[in-house]
């Protein structure tokens, strides 16, 4: 009997067989690239989301993948200078350091790898309204094409965080969200190289995490105006009191 999570799943080889002969979406159908939670198939399988096909696929030197969505989750952003100068397999803590934050291990992965999904548009509709706080933004990804070498260059979505959710640095991730990442990245085939890359990253502390997770633009906005709202109750409650 099969598990939700393998239903409609092609084992790996066909899907690389597939993708030999190019993902090139018919209408109603796109081309999304998942780097976090969403390799994972029983993620996929909980929101009902089905591809059509699949392929492991390395995104350009020009992004880098940092845990700095708010809550310590995945995020794409622009690559540091450093990161530009280093090979595919390196990892860099250049945001990890920033500001005095020190952390002993990398959070942040130059060129990361994950899953070039091949989607229905409604189910790419699914997985954006249940990421909260991140936007869907064209990202260019290489997919793999055999043991040791590189196949089609393309163009395909991927999930951005909103500049009002995301951490002033990057930090280590909670360690049930990074144990997503790497089942998924099994899953998938992802490079084995990469794979270790997660495994070495650190997590956040256990016991609930700390404030400098929640450190975004958008708290501050709410802090400021509850404590402004708080300020004219108070004015409020002395000049009729």
Not at 102 to 128: F, I, M, N, V, W
Not at 150 to 170: I, K
Not at 198 to 211: C, Y
């Amino acid at each position: 009997m099969q598990s939700c999570c393998s239903v409609a799943w092609t084992s790996a080889r066909l899907m690389r067989a597939a993708a030999a002969q190019g993902l090139s979406p018919a209408p109603g159908q796109t081309l999304h690239f998942a780097y976090g939670a969403n390799m994972n198939r029983a993620v996929l399988a909980k929101r009902e989301v089905r591809p059509l096909k699949s392929e492991p696929a390395v995104a350009s030197a020009s992004v880098e993948l940092a845990f700095r969505h708010r809550g310590g989750y995945a995020t794409l952003q622009q690559a540091t200078a450093s990161a530009n100068l280093r090979t595919q397999s390196a990892i860099h803590a250049a945001d990890c350091h920033a500001q005095g934050t020190a952390y002993g291990r990398a959070c942040c992965l130059a060129r990361p790898h994950g899953t070039l999904y091949l989607l229905q548009e409604h189910d790419l509709k699914k997985l954006a309204a249940r990421e909260t706080g991140y936007t869907l933004q064209d990202v260019t990804v290489t997919t793999y094409s055999g043991e040791d070498s590189w196949g089609e260059e393309t163009q395909a979505s991927a999930f951005h965080s909103r500049p009002s959710l995301m951490l002033p640095v990057a930090v280590p991730p909670p360690a049930d969200y990074l144990e997503l990442l790497i089942e998924g990245a099994q899953q998938n085939e992802l490079d084995h190289s990469y794979i270790e890359r997660l495994r070495v990253i650190q997590t956040a502390p256990p016991g609930g995490l700390p404030d400098e997770y929640f450190d975004t633009p958008s708290g501050i906005i709410a802090a400021v105006a509850m404590g402004a709202f708080l300020t004219a109750v108070g004015v409020a409650w002395w000049t009729f009191s």
